[in-house]
């Protein structure tokens, strides 16, 4: 699994404007555990490594409000990676997903 945080141009600040608390928190990790083991078990799957680390990522990154690119394989719960913490916050988030199609398939 590859996880790259927000491309950042170099050319602009990407600080704060203002030292005051964003409105989101990071979910404790424990807790997207919890939920994540939870919504896993509720689908009869099985907790996987990349999932678990992708599901934190996309917690930090919803949280800091930033963006995140993910390109995982198949197998690894991704599905799942990004809604469970996407549940955690109050505000609605966008998820956009792709499949590369492999050579030759059309």
Do not use: F
């Amino acid at each position: 699994m590859s996880v790259v945080p927000e491309l950042l141009d170099p050319d602009v600040s990407h600080e704060a404007e203002s030292d005051e608390p964003r409105p989101h928190t990071v979910p404790r990790n424990d807790e997207l555990r919890r939920m994540l083991a939870a919504a896993v078990e509720a689908v009869g799957g099985s907790e996987r490594a990349g999932q678990v680390d992708m599901a934190e990522a996309v917690g930090h990154a919803i949280s800091a409000r930033r963006h995140l690119l993910v390109q995982a394989g198949t197998g690894t719960g991704k599905s799942l990676a990004y809604l469970v913490p996407a549940l955690m916050h109050d505000e609605p988030v966008i998820v956009s997903t792709a499949r590369a199609r492999p050579a030759g398939s059309g």
